[in-house]
């Protein structure tokens, strides 16, 4: 929590509550859904949490913002985003079962107004959003053929719309297909801890 609060000193009192509230409800959650590994648990605001924000250092979304996060999983990148940003509607889609039971529990348990989650293949969903996210969910061409009818072509915000993801390691084959096309940043030049060494901050607009 110490983390978040160190990279973002700006929070209110009711966000950092939001925030400290993730660490008992995620315990909880993953000694029955194995929704990290039993050990990252411990690293859970690291690892997670603030490795989820560091799109909230590549931008600042304006209020009404649509953001649809693709392959949720337990809630990452979404819930933190939807904590820090609470005039953006955030959608969380999984197509496991499980995990979006767990992700509405944490919504419901935060009281966030801002976030739904829904299970389903992320190219069913109906509707226009601004921004997909994603974290580590699927390579960067997947992504782009599930999300790219449905990147609104109205600009909101001082970036152009389209894919904002989470990445790891060595991308350049995953990205040579859009090479001209990629903005690639990387996460340490936000956040000091080696862990983020390793990370990538992946924008493709659309």
């Known amino acids: ?10 929070l209110t009192d009711a966000q950092k509550f939001l925030f400290s509230r993730l660490g008992p409800i995620y315990t909880e959650w993953n000694s029955k859904v194995n929704l990290v590994s039993r050990t990252d648990i411990e690293n ?17 979304f304006k209020p009404g913002t649509l953001i649809l996060d693709i392959g949720t ?29 767990v992700v509405e529990d944490v919504i419901q348990q935060l009281g966030l107004k801002n976030a ?3 299970c389903e293949r992320a190219e069913k969903l109906p509707g226009e959003f601004d921004y997909v996210v994603s974290r580590a969910t699927a390579p960067i061409g997947d992504l782009y ?3 790219r009818m449905k990147i609104s072509r109205k600009q909101k915000n001082a970036i152009p719309n389209g894919i904002i993801c989470l990445k790891g390691g060595d991308l350049v084959a995953e990205l040579q297909p859009f090479k001209g ?17 390793t990370k990538q901050v992946v924008f493709l607009a659309i």
């Open 73 to 101: 999983g337990g809630g990452f990148p979404g819930i933190p985003l939807a904590i820090l940003f609470p005039e953006v509607s955030f959608t969380l889609v999984d197509s496991i079962g499980k995990k979006i039971k």
């Open 181 to 197: 096309r990629v903005e690639v940043v990387n996460v340490s030049d936000y956040f000091k801890e080696d862990y983020f060494l």
């Open 116 to 118: 739904v989650a829904i």
């Open 44 to 60: 859970l605001y690291e690892r997670h949490i603030l490795h989820s924000l560091a799109i909230a250092k590549f931008i600042k």
């Open 145 to 147: 053929k599930w999300s």
């Open 1 to 10: 929590m110490n983390l978040v609060e160190q990279y973002f000193p700006d």
